[in-house]
Nanobody, 125 residues
């Protein structure tokens, strides 16, 4: 059984930073493409970032480019989302997701087989 467990969420003021972590168990994370998604209140879940199995290729949605960064430490079976310059529009539950290696790094949530339980990020104005 593959389990993804997120941590690092919390309450932060506008302009602040948080680093989310996602620890993978049950499967070697180096065999997975990993992504982060978020769901704000009353909205659908949306893509935030994704990273190839090697870490060489990363993708970010436009609203977070220049502020967020995704990285991975395969030796620790962990994926990170560093979030800087946070604003209230970033308030959401953040989910870690994974899928087996493919020829692409997808941005559609339907492409991901494994999901964490989510961690709340709240940015106050």
């Amino acid at each position: 059984q593959v389990l993804l467990v997120e941590s690092g969420g919390g309450l932060v003021q506008t302009g602040g930073s948080l680093r989310l972590s996602c620890v993978v168990s049950g499967r070697t994370v180096s065999s997975l493409v990993m992504g982060w998604f978020r769901q704000a209140p009353g909205k659908e879940r949306e893509f935030v970032a994704a990273i190839s199995w090697s870490g060489r290729n990363t993708y970010l949605t436009d609203p977070v480019k220049g502020r967020f960064a995704i990285s991975r430490d395969n030796a620790k079976n962990t994926v990170y989302l560093q979030m800087n310059s946070l604003n209230p529009e970033d308030t959401a539950v953040y989910y870690c997701a994974g899928r087996g290696i493919s020829g692409s790094v997808p941005q559609a949530e339907s492409e991901y087989a494994y999901w964490g339980q989510g961690t709340q990020v709240t940015v106050s104005s």
